[in-house]
Protein backbone atom coordinates (compact mmCIF):
# COMPACT_ATOMS: atom_id res chain seq x y z
CA UNK A 1 0.00 0.00 0.00
CA UNK A 2 1.55 3.79 -0.65
CA UNK A 3 1.76 6.15 1.37
CA UNK A 4 -0.01 8.41 -0.14
CA UNK A 5 -2.98 6.09 -0.44
CA UNK A 6 -2.96 5.30 2.84
CA UNK A 7 -2.98 8.72 3.78
CA UNK A 8 -5.89 8.88 1.04
CA UNK A 9 -7.57 5.83 2.74
CA UNK A 10 -6.92 7.43 6.65
CA UNK A 11 -8.73 10.78 5.33
CA UNK A 12 -11.77 9.11 3.98
CA UNK A 13 -12.38 7.34 7.22
CA UNK A 14 -12.16 10.75 8.81
CA UNK A 15 -9.12 10.09 10.80
CA UNK A 16 -5.62 11.40 9.89
CA UNK A 17 -2.89 9.31 9.50
CA UNK A 18 -0.40 9.67 12.12
CA UNK A 19 3.33 10.23 10.95
CA UNK A 20 6.06 8.28 11.69
CA UNK A 21 9.60 8.42 11.96
CA UNK A 22 11.81 7.02 8.96
CA UNK A 23 12.23 3.83 10.72
CA UNK A 24 15.07 2.65 8.03
CA UNK A 25 17.38 5.17 9.31
CA UNK A 26 15.98 5.06 12.65
CA UNK A 27 16.75 1.76 13.02
CA UNK A 28 20.35 1.90 11.28
CA UNK A 29 20.76 4.66 14.11
CA UNK A 30 19.66 2.04 16.77
CA UNK A 31 22.29 -0.45 15.46
CA UNK A 32 25.10 1.82 15.66
CA UNK A 33 24.25 3.14 19.08
CA UNK A 34 23.76 -0.12 20.35
CA UNK A 35 27.65 -0.98 19.31
CA UNK A 36 28.69 1.77 20.70
CA UNK A 37 26.94 1.30 23.69
CA UNK A 38 27.84 -2.36 24.24
CA UNK A 39 31.80 -1.15 23.50
CA UNK A 40 31.14 0.78 27.13
CA UNK A 41 32.08 -1.79 29.71
CA UNK A 42 29.61 -1.74 31.98
CA UNK A 43 30.27 -5.36 33.78
CA UNK A 44 28.29 -6.49 37.11
CA UNK A 45 30.20 -6.33 39.43
CA UNK A 46 30.91 -4.19 40.11
CA UNK A 47 27.81 -2.46 38.12
CA UNK A 48 29.51 0.71 37.70
CA UNK A 49 27.62 2.65 35.00
CA UNK A 50 29.18 6.19 35.08
CA UNK A 51 30.26 5.62 31.84
CA UNK A 52 27.08 4.43 30.33
CA UNK A 53 25.06 6.52 32.19
CA UNK A 54 27.25 9.83 30.30
CA UNK A 55 26.71 7.99 27.37
CA UNK A 56 22.72 8.11 27.50
CA UNK A 57 22.04 11.10 29.17
CA UNK A 58 24.26 13.19 26.21
CA UNK A 59 22.47 11.48 23.56
CA UNK A 60 19.04 12.50 25.28
CA UNK A 61 20.03 15.88 25.85
CA UNK A 62 20.99 16.26 22.36
CA UNK A 63 17.56 15.65 21.87
CA UNK A 64 16.17 18.27 23.86
CA UNK A 65 14.77 15.35 26.58
CA UNK A 66 14.90 16.51 30.48
CA UNK A 67 17.53 13.87 32.39
CA UNK A 68 18.02 13.53 35.95
CA UNK A 69 20.82 11.15 37.42
CA UNK A 70 20.81 9.68 40.69
CA UNK A 71 23.45 8.17 42.19
CA UNK A 72 22.60 5.11 44.67
CA UNK A 73 26.21 4.48 45.70
CA UNK A 74 29.66 5.30 44.20
CA UNK A 75 29.60 4.92 40.97
CA UNK A 76 26.20 3.30 40.46
CA UNK A 77 24.64 5.93 38.19
CA UNK A 78 20.67 5.77 37.51
CA UNK A 79 19.29 7.87 35.03
CA UNK A 80 15.65 9.29 34.08
CA UNK A 81 14.12 10.95 31.33
CA UNK A 82 10.99 12.31 31.13
CA UNK A 83 8.58 13.42 28.12
CA UNK A 84 5.81 15.50 29.52
CA UNK A 85 2.69 14.90 28.72
CA UNK A 86 -0.66 17.03 28.64
CA UNK A 87 -1.66 16.39 31.88
CA UNK A 88 -0.76 15.57 35.01
CA UNK A 89 0.37 12.24 36.49
CA UNK A 90 2.85 9.82 35.01
CA UNK A 91 1.51 7.11 32.60
CA UNK A 92 3.95 4.71 31.49
CA UNK A 93 7.71 4.03 32.49
CA UNK A 94 9.96 2.52 30.18
CA UNK A 95 12.69 0.41 32.23
CA UNK A 96 16.10 -1.12 30.84
CA UNK A 97 19.50 -1.82 32.95
CA UNK A 98 22.59 -0.70 32.24
CA UNK A 99 24.80 -3.41 33.55
CA UNK A 100 25.71 -6.58 32.23
CA UNK A 101 27.15 -9.50 33.17
CA UNK A 102 30.95 -10.84 32.90
CA UNK A 103 32.20 -12.19 29.86
CA UNK A 104 35.14 -14.49 29.71
CA UNK A 105 37.10 -13.13 26.71
CA UNK A 106 38.74 -16.85 26.17
CA UNK A 107 35.69 -18.44 25.76
CA UNK A 108 34.10 -15.68 23.23
CA UNK A 109 34.53 -16.39 19.43
CA UNK A 110 35.34 -12.74 19.44
CA UNK A 111 35.79 -9.91 22.04
CA UNK A 112 32.79 -9.31 23.92
CA UNK A 113 33.02 -5.59 24.05
CA UNK A 114 33.77 -5.10 20.82
CA UNK A 115 30.59 -5.44 19.31
CA UNK A 116 31.52 -6.82 16.01
CA UNK A 117 28.90 -7.65 13.12
CA UNK A 118 29.65 -11.45 11.60
CA UNK A 119 27.31 -13.29 9.68
CA UNK A 120 23.84 -11.02 10.47
CA UNK A 121 24.51 -10.79 14.03
CA UNK A 122 25.69 -8.32 16.16
CA UNK A 123 27.89 -10.06 18.76
CA UNK A 124 28.15 -8.64 22.57
CA UNK A 125 28.13 -8.57 26.01
CA UNK A 126 24.47 -6.97 26.40
CA UNK A 127 23.23 -7.59 22.95
CA UNK A 128 20.15 -9.33 24.02
CA UNK A 129 20.45 -8.13 27.70
CA UNK A 130 19.44 -5.67 27.20
CA UNK A 131 21.69 -2.91 25.93
CA UNK A 132 19.76 -2.97 22.44
CA UNK A 133 16.31 -2.73 23.98
CA UNK A 134 17.64 -0.02 26.02
CA UNK A 135 18.41 1.60 23.24
CA UNK A 136 15.07 0.60 21.53
CA UNK A 137 13.21 2.63 24.63
CA UNK A 138 16.07 5.98 24.02
CA UNK A 139 14.91 6.16 20.83
CA UNK A 140 11.26 6.11 20.91
CA UNK A 141 11.76 8.61 23.70
CA UNK A 142 13.20 10.52 20.72
CA UNK A 143 11.32 10.07 18.01
CA UNK A 144 7.83 10.85 19.95
CA UNK A 145 9.83 14.46 20.49
CA UNK A 146 11.19 14.56 17.24
CA UNK A 147 7.41 14.06 15.55
CA UNK A 148 5.86 16.05 17.89
CA UNK A 149 3.75 14.07 19.56
CA UNK A 150 2.73 15.16 22.84
CA UNK A 151 1.34 12.35 25.36
CA UNK A 152 -1.50 12.10 27.09
CA UNK A 153 0.50 12.04 30.53
CA UNK A 154 3.97 11.88 30.91
CA UNK A 155 6.62 9.30 29.38
CA UNK A 156 9.54 7.89 31.91
CA UNK A 157 12.28 6.26 30.82
CA UNK A 158 14.94 4.64 33.51
CA UNK A 159 18.56 3.55 32.29
CA UNK A 160 19.05 1.88 35.72
CA UNK A 161 22.56 0.13 37.63
CA UNK A 162 22.71 -3.17 38.93
CA UNK A 163 19.82 -5.48 37.76
CA UNK A 164 22.35 -7.99 37.51
CA UNK A 165 23.15 -8.06 40.79
CA UNK A 166 19.14 -7.78 42.03
CA UNK A 167 18.84 -4.20 41.44
CA UNK A 168 19.95 -2.94 45.07
CA UNK A 169 21.92 -0.22 43.46
CA UNK A 170 19.32 0.25 40.84
CA UNK A 171 15.86 0.18 40.08
CA UNK A 172 14.87 -1.41 43.37
CA UNK A 173 16.89 1.17 45.21
CA UNK A 174 15.28 4.01 43.09
CA UNK A 175 11.75 2.37 43.95
CA UNK A 176 12.87 2.64 47.84
CA UNK A 177 14.34 5.81 48.00
CA UNK A 178 12.81 7.70 44.72
CA UNK A 179 9.27 6.20 44.66
CA UNK A 180 7.49 9.54 43.56
CA UNK A 181 10.15 10.55 40.49
CA UNK A 182 9.17 7.21 39.08
CA UNK A 183 5.78 6.18 40.69
CA UNK A 184 3.69 4.92 37.26
CA UNK A 185 0.49 3.16 35.94
CA UNK A 186 2.27 1.05 33.32
CA UNK A 187 5.98 -0.33 33.10
CA UNK A 188 7.56 -1.85 30.07
CA UNK A 189 10.82 -4.34 30.68
CA UNK A 190 12.66 -7.02 29.64
CA UNK A 191 11.78 -10.54 29.89
CA UNK A 192 9.98 -10.75 26.23
CA UNK A 193 10.36 -12.52 23.24
CA UNK A 194 8.97 -12.88 19.39
CA UNK A 195 10.16 -16.23 18.68
CA UNK A 196 9.15 -19.25 16.36
CA UNK A 197 11.05 -22.16 18.30
CA UNK A 198 11.18 -21.28 21.71
CA UNK A 199 7.43 -21.39 22.34
CA UNK A 200 5.05 -23.19 19.48
CA UNK A 201 5.69 -26.73 18.58
CA UNK A 202 4.34 -25.95 15.56
CA UNK A 203 6.98 -23.17 14.25
CA UNK A 204 4.34 -20.51 14.78
CA UNK A 205 5.88 -17.03 15.77
CA UNK A 206 4.49 -16.49 18.85
CA UNK A 207 5.51 -12.88 21.16
CA UNK A 208 5.28 -13.99 25.12
CA UNK A 209 4.99 -10.86 26.97
CA UNK A 210 5.68 -11.61 30.33
CA UNK A 211 3.09 -10.36 32.99
CA UNK A 212 4.87 -12.46 36.19
CA UNK A 213 8.10 -13.95 37.25
CA UNK A 214 8.87 -17.04 39.41
CA UNK A 215 9.91 -16.64 42.60
CA UNK A 216 13.32 -17.59 43.83
CA UNK A 217 13.62 -19.98 46.57
CA UNK A 218 17.21 -21.02 47.81
CA UNK A 219 17.97 -23.22 50.52
CA UNK A 220 20.53 -25.69 51.92
CA UNK A 221 20.00 -29.17 53.09
CA UNK A 222 22.79 -30.05 55.88
CA UNK A 223 22.99 -34.02 56.71
CA UNK A 224 25.25 -35.29 59.86
CA UNK A 225 26.22 -38.19 60.30
CA UNK A 226 28.76 -40.14 61.95
CA UNK A 227 32.50 -40.91 60.17
CA UNK A 228 35.06 -43.38 60.26
CA UNK A 229 36.73 -46.00 57.82
CA UNK A 230 35.07 -46.58 54.41
CA UNK A 231 35.75 -50.04 54.81
CA UNK A 232 33.18 -50.70 57.61
CA UNK A 233 30.07 -48.64 56.24
CA UNK A 234 27.54 -47.04 59.00
CA UNK A 235 24.04 -46.89 59.20
CA UNK A 236 24.12 -42.65 59.62
CA UNK A 237 26.17 -41.81 56.63
CA UNK A 238 25.68 -38.14 56.09
CA UNK A 239 25.74 -38.64 52.67
CA UNK A 240 23.43 -41.28 52.46
CA UNK A 241 20.88 -38.86 54.40
CA UNK A 242 21.67 -36.13 52.16
CA UNK A 243 21.07 -38.57 49.25
CA UNK A 244 17.83 -39.56 50.77
CA UNK A 245 16.27 -36.21 51.56
CA UNK A 246 17.45 -34.96 47.87
CA UNK A 247 15.30 -38.21 46.71
CA UNK A 248 12.65 -37.35 48.20
CA UNK A 249 12.24 -33.52 47.03
CA UNK A 250 13.05 -34.66 43.84
CA UNK A 251 10.34 -36.90 43.89
CA UNK A 252 7.73 -34.23 45.25
CA UNK A 253 8.91 -31.61 42.73
CA UNK A 254 8.01 -34.48 40.16
CA UNK A 255 4.91 -35.18 41.98
CA UNK A 256 3.39 -31.95 42.57
CA UNK A 257 2.96 -31.31 38.46
CA UNK A 258 1.54 -28.24 37.10
CA UNK A 259 -0.01 -25.61 38.90
CA UNK A 260 -3.58 -24.39 37.80
CA UNK A 261 -3.49 -20.66 36.69
CA UNK A 262 -6.03 -18.30 35.03
CA UNK A 263 -2.04 -16.77 33.43
CA UNK A 264 -1.16 -20.48 31.81
CA UNK A 265 -4.97 -20.98 30.67
CA UNK A 266 -4.51 -18.45 28.99
CA UNK A 267 -1.15 -18.56 27.38
CA UNK A 268 -1.79 -22.05 26.49
CA UNK A 269 -5.09 -21.11 24.96
CA UNK A 270 -3.56 -18.33 22.85
CA UNK A 271 -0.18 -19.96 21.98
CA UNK A 272 -1.31 -23.70 21.52
CA UNK A 273 1.01 -26.40 21.12
CA UNK A 274 3.79 -25.58 23.30
CA UNK A 275 7.79 -26.98 22.14
CA UNK A 276 9.05 -29.10 24.55
CA UNK A 277 12.47 -27.69 26.20
CA UNK A 278 14.18 -26.23 29.32
CA UNK A 279 12.05 -22.90 29.18
CA UNK A 280 8.71 -24.47 28.43
CA UNK A 281 8.64 -26.98 31.18
CA UNK A 282 10.10 -24.45 33.49
CA UNK A 283 7.24 -21.39 33.49
CA UNK A 284 4.83 -24.48 33.82
CA UNK A 285 5.67 -25.69 36.75
CA UNK A 286 7.36 -25.38 40.15
CA UNK A 287 11.21 -26.77 39.63
CA UNK A 288 14.28 -27.50 41.36
CA UNK A 289 18.05 -27.53 40.84
CA UNK A 290 20.38 -28.78 42.63
CA UNK A 291 23.28 -26.24 42.81
CA UNK A 292 25.82 -27.26 44.79
CA UNK A 293 27.15 -30.86 46.86
CA UNK A 294 29.60 -30.62 49.17
CA UNK A 295 31.01 -33.20 50.74
CA UNK A 296 34.53 -35.49 52.13
CA UNK A 297 37.27 -35.01 54.09
CA UNK A 298 39.94 -33.18 52.51
CA UNK A 299 40.84 -31.47 49.47
CA UNK A 300 40.33 -33.45 47.04
CA UNK A 301 38.44 -35.78 49.39
CA UNK A 302 40.12 -38.85 50.79
CA UNK A 303 38.15 -41.65 49.45
CA UNK A 304 38.37 -43.87 52.15
CA UNK A 305 37.20 -41.57 54.98
CA UNK A 306 33.42 -41.47 55.44
CA UNK A 307 32.54 -37.53 56.80
CA UNK A 308 30.77 -36.11 59.36
CA UNK A 309 29.01 -33.64 57.12
CA UNK A 310 27.23 -33.36 53.67
CA UNK A 311 25.61 -30.34 52.43
CA UNK A 312 23.59 -29.22 49.09
CA UNK A 313 22.41 -25.62 48.03
CA UNK A 314 19.24 -26.31 46.31
CA UNK A 315 17.26 -23.56 44.14
CA UNK A 316 13.48 -23.67 44.00
CA UNK A 317 11.52 -21.27 41.71
CA UNK A 318 8.05 -21.51 42.41
CA UNK A 319 4.74 -20.27 40.02
CA UNK A 320 3.31 -17.19 41.28
CA UNK A 321 0.43 -18.91 42.13
CA UNK A 322 2.40 -21.43 44.79
CA UNK A 323 1.78 -20.92 48.08
CA UNK A 324 4.96 -20.55 49.78
CA UNK A 325 4.61 -21.59 53.44
CA UNK A 326 2.29 -24.23 52.54
CA UNK A 327 5.61 -25.52 50.16
CA UNK A 328 7.68 -25.37 52.41
CA UNK A 329 5.38 -27.10 55.07
CA UNK A 330 5.50 -29.78 52.79
CA UNK A 331 9.01 -30.25 51.98
CA UNK A 332 9.48 -30.32 55.80
CA UNK A 333 7.06 -32.71 56.55
CA UNK A 334 8.75 -34.78 53.80
CA UNK A 335 12.29 -34.67 55.71
CA UNK A 336 11.30 -35.04 59.70
CA UNK A 337 11.84 -39.01 59.76
CA UNK A 338 15.33 -38.52 58.14
CA UNK A 339 17.87 -37.94 61.49
CA UNK A 340 20.52 -35.55 61.38
CA UNK A 341 18.86 -33.41 58.76
CA UNK A 342 18.05 -30.33 58.41
CA UNK A 343 16.61 -28.37 55.55
CA UNK A 344 17.41 -24.44 56.40
CA UNK A 345 15.81 -21.88 53.36
CA UNK A 346 18.54 -18.98 53.16
CA UNK A 347 16.64 -16.83 50.48
CA UNK A 348 13.45 -16.25 49.20
CA UNK A 349 11.58 -12.97 46.93
CA UNK A 350 9.24 -11.24 47.73
CA UNK A 351 5.64 -11.99 46.42
CA UNK A 352 5.13 -12.16 42.88
CA UNK A 353 1.95 -10.79 41.88
CA UNK A 354 0.76 -10.64 38.32
CA UNK A 355 0.12 -7.91 36.08
CA UNK A 356 -3.31 -7.73 34.59
CA UNK A 357 -3.29 -8.14 31.04
CA UNK A 358 -6.48 -7.14 29.84
CA UNK A 359 -5.62 -3.45 29.58
CA UNK A 360 -5.17 -0.60 26.88
CA UNK A 361 -1.24 -1.12 27.01
CA UNK A 362 -1.78 -4.66 26.01
CA UNK A 363 -3.61 -4.06 23.28
CA UNK A 364 -1.28 -1.56 21.68
CA UNK A 365 1.60 -4.16 22.22
CA UNK A 366 -0.78 -6.56 20.36
CA UNK A 367 -1.91 -3.80 17.72
CA UNK A 368 1.86 -3.02 16.95
CA UNK A 369 3.08 -6.81 16.78
CA UNK A 370 0.07 -7.67 14.04
CA UNK A 371 1.28 -4.40 12.30
CA UNK A 372 4.90 -5.98 11.86
CA UNK A 373 3.33 -9.79 11.71
CA UNK A 374 0.42 -10.26 10.68
CA UNK A 375 0.08 -13.65 11.55
CA UNK A 376 2.12 -13.48 14.83
CA UNK A 377 0.35 -14.69 18.22
CA UNK A 378 0.83 -12.01 20.85
CA UNK A 379 0.25 -14.22 24.03
CA UNK A 380 1.14 -12.85 28.11
CA UNK A 381 3.43 -15.48 29.48
CA UNK A 382 5.72 -15.21 32.17
CA UNK A 383 9.71 -16.02 32.66
CA UNK A 384 11.42 -18.44 34.91
CA UNK A 385 14.29 -15.78 36.33
CA UNK A 386 13.65 -12.80 38.01
CA UNK A 387 13.59 -9.16 36.78
CA UNK A 388 13.26 -5.39 37.92
CA UNK A 389 9.52 -5.96 36.82
CA UNK A 390 9.06 -7.78 40.47
CA UNK A 391 9.54 -4.74 42.54
CA UNK A 392 7.03 -2.74 40.29
CA UNK A 393 4.91 -5.12 40.57
CA UNK A 394 4.62 -4.96 44.36
CA UNK A 395 4.12 -1.38 43.85
CA UNK A 396 0.65 -2.13 41.55
CA UNK A 397 2.38 -1.63 38.34
CA UNK A 398 1.26 -3.13 35.61
CA UNK A 399 4.59 -4.33 34.33
CA UNK A 400 5.29 -6.12 30.82
CA UNK A 401 8.10 -7.55 29.98
CA UNK A 402 8.72 -6.91 26.19
CA UNK A 403 11.08 -7.65 23.79
CA UNK A 404 10.22 -6.72 20.04
CA UNK A 405 12.90 -8.58 18.08
CA UNK A 406 12.33 -12.45 16.48
CA UNK A 407 14.95 -14.00 17.68
CA UNK A 408 15.54 -18.00 17.95
CA UNK A 409 15.74 -20.13 20.51
CA UNK A 410 19.35 -20.56 20.33
CA UNK A 411 19.79 -16.55 20.90
CA UNK A 412 17.89 -16.62 23.80
CA UNK A 413 19.50 -19.25 25.03
CA UNK A 414 22.73 -16.86 24.32
CA UNK A 415 21.74 -14.30 27.17
CA UNK A 416 24.20 -14.31 29.80
CA UNK A 417 26.31 -17.48 27.24
CA UNK A 418 29.71 -16.85 25.57
CA UNK A 419 28.28 -15.67 22.22
CA UNK A 420 25.58 -13.23 23.10
CA UNK A 421 24.36 -11.79 20.21
CA UNK A 422 21.06 -10.25 18.42
CA UNK A 423 20.67 -10.51 14.39
CA UNK A 424 21.21 -7.21 12.54
CA UNK A 425 18.44 -7.37 10.32
CA UNK A 426 15.81 -7.06 13.46
CA UNK A 427 16.64 -3.88 14.66
CA UNK A 428 14.19 -1.79 12.33
CA UNK A 429 10.84 -4.17 12.67
CA UNK A 430 11.72 -4.75 16.39
CA UNK A 431 12.47 -0.83 16.95
CA UNK A 432 8.84 -0.04 14.88
CA UNK A 433 7.21 -2.48 16.85
CA UNK A 434 8.48 -0.84 19.86
CA UNK A 435 7.58 3.16 18.94
CA UNK A 436 4.32 1.93 17.67
CA UNK A 437 2.99 0.10 21.05
CA UNK A 438 4.21 3.42 22.77
CA UNK A 439 3.15 6.09 20.37
CA UNK A 440 -0.32 4.26 20.47
CA UNK A 441 -0.59 4.35 24.12
CA UNK A 442 0.60 7.81 24.39
CA UNK A 443 -2.18 9.28 22.56
CA UNK A 444 -5.13 7.49 24.66
CA UNK A 445 -6.48 9.50 26.96
ZN1 LIG B 1 18.46 -8.29 31.87
Not at 276 to 281: A, I, Q, S
Not at 339 to 344: A, V, Y
Given at each position: ??????AA?FIS????A??????K???Q?????S??Y????S?N???????T?AF???L??S????VK?F??????L???????G??????????N?M?VV??D????P?????A???D????????I?M????????????????E????????????S??????????A?????????E?E???A?D????????L?????SL??????A????VW?R??????????S?P????ANDR???GL????G???K??????R???????R?G??A??????A?Q???LSIT????????P?K???????A????DFR????TDLP?FLKR?????A?I??????V??????????????P??E???????????Q????????????D???????????Y???T?????AI???M?S?????????????????Y???????RR?
Open positions: MSKAWLFLGVSAAEPDFSLGRALALQDIRINVPPADTRAALQKLEEGIQTESSPGHNVLARLPKQPGKRLLMLHDPAASRWMDPFAQIKGMLYGRGADKTTGIFQVLTLIALKKGLVPEHDILLLCADEESGGDQGQWMIAHHWPICEYLEGGFGTRDLSAKGIFGVSVEKKIALIATGTSGHAQVADNLRENRLDMMRDGGVKSLLDDFHKAALDNKFTRIRDTSLRSGVGDPVNVIPSKEATLLMPEAAQKLLDPGLTFETHSTDPTPVSDYRTLFCIEKAVHQEHAAVVTPYLVPFGTSNGLRQKGVKAGLGAVVDAVASHDAERMPVDQFEPALRIYRAVADFAP
